[in-house]
């Protein structure tokens, strides 16, 4: 009885070994600790992350909200300053490298040019089939533009059009950074326990994927964690030592853990859960 | 006497109200309150943008030192990645307006296309003639990659070349954009006593102009403001209200107020002196 169950069980520990050798070989060296790839790292990874998504707001709430860098007609080429400035600036990025890696994702992956030769690091690292499918970019781009953004700057329009769309980029990027790591959670949880996944990919079932992937309580933990991390970044800081308690911060904290609870941490489940689906094929 | 004494000054008194209103239309909303274009905006705006410096750098500090990134052979195409991506990148902030207010100053400013019609901003913003050709740019880029990258990032290569030139290529700008901002600051100090830099300026006397320009302990309070701003934001915030005395930094806060000591604020004392060199022409 046990042999056939763990014979059943043999390919499967086969492939996750592979997968393992393998994943752990394109993580970054903050996930990838002694070349061991635990639940841990990749956490430690996703904590660092919050810290660039705060400063990346911070720095963009600089700006007001800046309507004419949205408007597709602004430029009369068909593009909003915004998506002009994102598809070159890819472009650019993919000449020299990026989007190899499962959690560097492009807004506009069609005609992204190759990178040049002799690119060291593009021969070394490619992407894994399953993971550079999934990708949540286009609900990432329509929330930030339609939703987030008008939380967390001012109104009106001061005409630096170039500078804000620059911001915008850093702030995308980080918040797709972070919500595409969630390819590495999938593995790691998977690895740790390929049983209680397995039955739900098989029958590919979202739903039970996503109440296994959910944790209330370490949702909550990371929701004040980058409220407090807002709070700290975004004060302003002086010599006084008793100006603490006057502060004005540069962005709402309350934005931040709002952006984390109705749209990074979902997002980052909609990645596993495609992930996970895909993670037996 | 003194009859005599106001008439010799009525040109400049003239030149300087053109100026102001003219360099005031130009500020950003944050160094023009009300219209009014004094050395506290100014100030205000700089304070800001030591933030900005140290969130860069605190990026950076994510990829290790990656040399092959500033390798000029790198590419085949005679260009580092650093440089090759800096180019692109300015070439397309260019083409969406940057590069029309004085303290944005390219890297590359030779053959930068033209902004794309139509930008309302192009049209409204001009550059000053005088700040415009005033620039430390290579300077800025000579010590970033060979004195204070070290200094700051760990040694070693992980691949990552096209974030980490992304990063570095912020850090660039931010610096850049503060220390250009001395442009400004020239202009409220002449604009508050031009009796005490007309004969300065007049004899071309550099030392005397960094003399009156000079004020250690305002450096000094900057040296310590932007310390304690790297050990705030470099922090690895937890939600234990206890860990924050055993906290690892991102960066080391004693490399910020070394940046700011050594070139900083001596290339902004530069750019000062070197526009109101300009300044009566």
Redesign the interface.
């Known amino acids: 009885m046990l042999e056939t169950k763990l014979k059943a069980f043999l390919p499967l520990l086969i492939q996750h070994l592979f997968l393992y050798h393998y994943l752990s070989s394109l993580l970054?060296?903050?996930m990838a600790c002694n070349n061991k790839f635990t639940l841990d790292s990749v956490r430690d990874a996703l904590i660092?992350e919050e810290?660039?998504i705060v400063?990346s707001l911070?720095?963009r709430a600089?700006f007001?909200y800046n309507a004419?860098a949205y408007d597709p007609s602004?430029?009369?080429?068909g593009f909003s300053?915004a998506e002009?400035?994102v598809r070159?600036?890819e472009s650019?990025?993919a000449?020299?490298?990026?989007y190899q890696k499962p959690e560097?994702v492009p807004f506009f992956p069609k005609d992204l040019p190759s990178p040049?030769?002799?690119?060291?690091?593009s021969q070394?690292?490619l992407l894994h089939p399953a993971s550079a499918s999934v990708t949540v970019n286009e609900a990432i781009w329509k929330f930030y533009f339609t939703e987030l953004l008008p939380l967390f700057t001012t109104k009106g329009n001061?005409?630096?059009?170039?500078?804000t769309?620059?911001s915008d980029f850093?702030c995308l990027q980080a918040i797709s950074r972070r919500i595409h790591s969630g390819k590495y959670v999938a593995e790691v949880k998977f690895t740790d326990a390929p049983q209680d996944y397995s039955p739900a990919i098989s029958s590919k079932d979202r739903d039970k994927l996503m109440d296994l992937l959910t944790f209330v309580a370490v949702e909550e933990?990371v929701k004040?964690?980058v409220e407090?991390?807002a709070r700290?970044?975004s004060?302003n800081?002086?010599?006084d030592e008793n100006d603490s308690g006057k502060t004005q911060y540069?962005i709402n904290p309350l934005v931040v853990s709002h952006l984390y609870d109705k749209w990074v941490m979902p997002l980052t489940k909609v990645v596993e859960v495609e992930y996970l689906l895909l993670r037996l094929s």
Chains 1, 2 share one sequence.
């Open positions: 970054p060296i903050s660092r810290d660039s400063f911070i720095e600089r007001p004419p602004f430029l009369g080429n300053i002009f400035y070159g600036t650019l990025q000449k020299i490298g990026r560097d040049l030769p002799p690119t060291k690091y070394k690292v001061d005409g630096n059009y170039a500078s769309v620059a850093v933990a004040k964690r407090k991390k700290l970044f004060q800081v002086t010599l540069k």
